[in-house]
């Protein structure tokens, strides 16, 4: 029989069924909704059979783990060579505190660091800018010069971990402090491995703590990716992170769209400053939420590696496969996680874990139990953390790649979305490109509806949440909090104070002057804020200049 | 003529704080139930929360906030609103409060706290069950 004579006769078989068997068990057991559809609103079927992949092509579509168009993975050997990296978002209070976060996780088998800065940090103040007050240390690790990460890096070789630092606006500061760090513990720039978040576009729209207006954001950027492409060949310049945008409310579909297209954007700034592509795109990254779909995630990572891989070959012309693979860090969904019952959070993040590891990543952060309450305690983090583990070395799912290929279900969503996602990237194409849609408020306008629609859905009911709308009987079990002592303020503001005084401040201007100058200049700006953070001007300061200068993005309002 | 007049409500975001998806379904909510919602954008200081407040002329201030910094911002917001003479504006929030945070709030005269979780029509239910004397 060919393949063809195959499917007919399924066909047939399935509408058999259709008019015996399963009219009987809809009379007697009938369905718990009339129809049922995953998070991007995909209607789901009753039973995927080899019809619904009839068209896949294997060598085309999926091929072989390590090789184009790398849908079923970016290594040939995958978790079965080495596990992904276990790296868990922290930061909290001063810098010291942090440092024993850091290394109480590494003892515990974290496996990579991820900074959570402050919102001073984030936004470019100083921890005694009179817009800090109240805010030094409670998000995230305070960090206003060098000195500060310097502590935070006590006693952790950085050519033995590898680093991931969730900042934008002054990434090119937080990146030029863990460099000279490095060099004080002879660690040379091309040692240095990590990454930068330094993905400004979802910030326009996600995230929201952008600081600069639009082109000069994309300038900075791309000085990093320049900067990093010659001097360090094992740092990620860029994440380009669709977590903010699912976090923010978006669908799985949007999700993977709105990244794919921000990662096309940038592709096009570093073809404009003159760079080559297969120079600079091996080292982009990704990085995106695993929430409570376990179907639908795996099968969005596995169309994000397939749709960029294609994107890179066919758009961008890369030659080298490298440029063509998608290497991707995941944080299962905060949104998720409920402040009522928190225990239950440690199920829903087990699922979404797994679902990323189905899904090939190559780095997880999972989310602690205590997430809709306040940062995370040691203990919470510990159980996050357990959770990878069990994961990796009890369930199974580490020891062949990528298991749920060849899944009618997996392949038929891994195509669904595949199309989806092609036709938003089709439409942001035709409006101008990402900066347009930016300005039209469109990506804005898409997450907020599927942001009301969710939140609507589960007033209704129509979704349940264990706990929230649903068996929600019983006291919940009051659980300990992490709470960020007042005083971390007051010391953090007296120790900057202190190094106000103590540091050369008459080379501390002359290398601002010089900042100003090569942001005047158009000049890459990555060498002389190396120069700054040397002679421990802050990001404050730092950033003051560059406000100076390209002024302040004011937020578009959509809602 | 007074009953006509829609209720008027800012939905307010202060501090460095940038997380708006809930503070923006709020406000869709309170838009979807007939209110008149002012929605101020991120990042806003107590100054300049009180001082759109007077400018609208709202009855209602609700605060949204999931940074941790509601300890120093809201006593901020109180006292100016006191100042300005906004007392028969009712205020209320939500966000990432703590539990044993909420007395403490409600004492500076915050009428209620909303955490996550919370459906929307329940703050809807509350605003209009609360509504202050002048509207
Ligand atoms: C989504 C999210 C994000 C998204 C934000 C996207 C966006 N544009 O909003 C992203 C991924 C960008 C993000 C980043 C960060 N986040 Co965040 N985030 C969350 C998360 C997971 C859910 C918040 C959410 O949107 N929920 C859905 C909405 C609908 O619920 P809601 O906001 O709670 O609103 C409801 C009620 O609270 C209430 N409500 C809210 N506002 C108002 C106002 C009024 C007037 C009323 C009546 C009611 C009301 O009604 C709503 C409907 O029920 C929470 C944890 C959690 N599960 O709550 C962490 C959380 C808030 N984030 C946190 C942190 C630290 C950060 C970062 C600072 C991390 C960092 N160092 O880089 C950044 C800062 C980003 C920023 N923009 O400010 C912490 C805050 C810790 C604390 N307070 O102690 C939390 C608690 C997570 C944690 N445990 O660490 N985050």
């Known amino acids: 029989m060919s393949d063809k004579e195959k499917i007919n006769q399924i066909t047939r078989e399935r509408e058999r069924w259709e008019n015996t068997t399963l009219p009987k068990w809809m009379g007697q057991r009938p369905e718990r909704k009339s129809e049922f559809r995953n998070h991007s609103d995909t209607l789901i079927k009753r039973v995927y059979t080899p019809e619904d992949i009839k068209d896949l092509d294997y060598m085309r579509d999926l091929g072989l783990p390590g090789e184009y168009p790398f849908t079923r993975g970016v290594h040939a050997t995958m978790y079965r060579g080495r596990l992904w990296t276990m790296r868990q978002f922290s930061g909290y209070g001063t810098a010291e505190q942090t440092n024993q976060r850091f290394k109480y996780l590494l003892k515990e088998g974290e496996t990579g660091l991820s900074i959570a800065f402050d919102y001073p940090t984030i936004r470019g103040y100083d921890s005694d800018n009179p817009f800090s007050q109240g805010e030094v240390g409670t998000c995230g690790v305070a960090v206003a010069s060098l000195k500060d990460m310097e502590v935070l890096f006590d006693g952790i070789p950085l050519d033995k971990v590898t680093t991931s630092m969730t900042v934008n606006g002054p990434a090119a500061m937080l990146l030029a402090m863990y460099i000279a760090v490095g060099d004080k513990q002879g660690v040379s720039r091309e040692k240095l491995g990590g990454t930068t978040q330094n993905d400004v576009l979802k910030e326009f729209f996600a995230q929201k703590l952008i600081i600069f207006p639009p082109k000069p954001s994309i300038k900075l950027v791309t000085d990093i990716v320049e900067y990093c492409t010659k001097h360090m060949p094992r740092w990620n310049p860029i994440s380009i992170s669709g977590y903010h945008i699912r976090e923010a409310g978006s669908n799985a579909v949007q999700e993977l769209a709105f990244t794919l297209y921000d990662g096309i954007t940038y592709v096009e700034s570093c073809l404009e400053r003159g760079m080559k592509v297969d120079e600079f795109a091996p080292r982009l990254s990704f990085f995106f939420a695993s929430h409570n779909n376990l179907f639908e995630e795996v099968a969005k990572f596995r169309a994000a590696r397939r749709i960029w891989a294609k994107v890179m070959k066919e758009r961008f012309h890369a030659k080298n496969s490298r440029s063509m693979w998608m290497r991707m860090h995941v944080q299962t969904s905060g949104c998720t996680l409920t402040a009522q019952q928190p225990l239950n959070n440690i199920t829903r993040t087990t699922i979404q874990a797994l679902a990323a590891v189905l899904g090939g990543t190559q780095s997880l952060h999972t989310n602690s139990f205590d997430e809709a309450l306040c940062l995370p305690t040691e203990d919470a983090v510990k159980v996050a953390l357990r959770t990878q583990q069990i994961i990796a070395h009890e369930s199974g799912s580490a020891d062949t790649i990528d298991p749920l290929a060849g899944c009618y279900y997996i392949e038929c969503l891994t195509n669904e979305m595949e199309g989806q996602a092609m036709d938003y990237i089709q439409r942001i194409d035709d409006m101008g490109g990402a900066t347009v849609a930016i300005e039209r408020g469109f990506f804005q306008k898409e997450i907020a509806d599927s942001a009301y629609k969710y939140q609507g859905e589960t007033d209704e009911k129509k979704r349940i949440i264990v706990g929230v709308n649903e068996y929600t009987t019983g006291e919940d079990a009051a659980i300990p909090i992490l709470r960020i002592d007042p005083k971390v303020e007051e010391k953090q503001v007296a120790g900057l104070q202190k190094l106000r005084r103590e540091r050369d401040n008459r080379k501390v201007d002359e290398v601002l002057e010089e900042l100003h100058y090569a942001a005047e200049k158009d000049e890459n700006l990555m060498p002389v804020i190396i120069e700054a953070v040397k002679a421990y001007a802050t990001i404050g300061e730092m950033c003051g200049v560059l406000r100076k200068i390209y002024g302040e993005y004011k937020e578009l309002i959509v809602i | ?135």
Do not use: C, W
């Open chain 2, 1 to 135: 003529m007074q009953s006509e007049r829609k209720i008027r409500i800012l939905i307010a975001k202060p501090g460095l704080d940038s997380h708006d998806r809930g503070a923006k379904i709020v406000a869709r909510a309170l838009r979807d139930a007939g209110m008149e919602v002012i929605y101020t954008g991120l990042r806003q200081t107590p100054e300049q929360i009180v001082e759109t407040a007077l400018q609208e002329d709202v009855d209602i201030i609700g605060l949204s906030i999931l940074s941790g910094a509601h300890k120093v911002l809201f006593p901020r917001i109180m006292e100016l609103v006191e100042q300005k003479g906004l007392t028969d504006v009712m205020v209320f929030a939500g966000g990432i409060i703590p539990e044993e945070d909420v007395p403490e709030m409600k004492k500076l005269g915050i009428k209620e706290i909303f955490g996550p979780g919370t459906p929307t029509e329940k703050i809807v239910q509350f605003v209009f069950e609360n509504l202050p004397e002048r509207t």
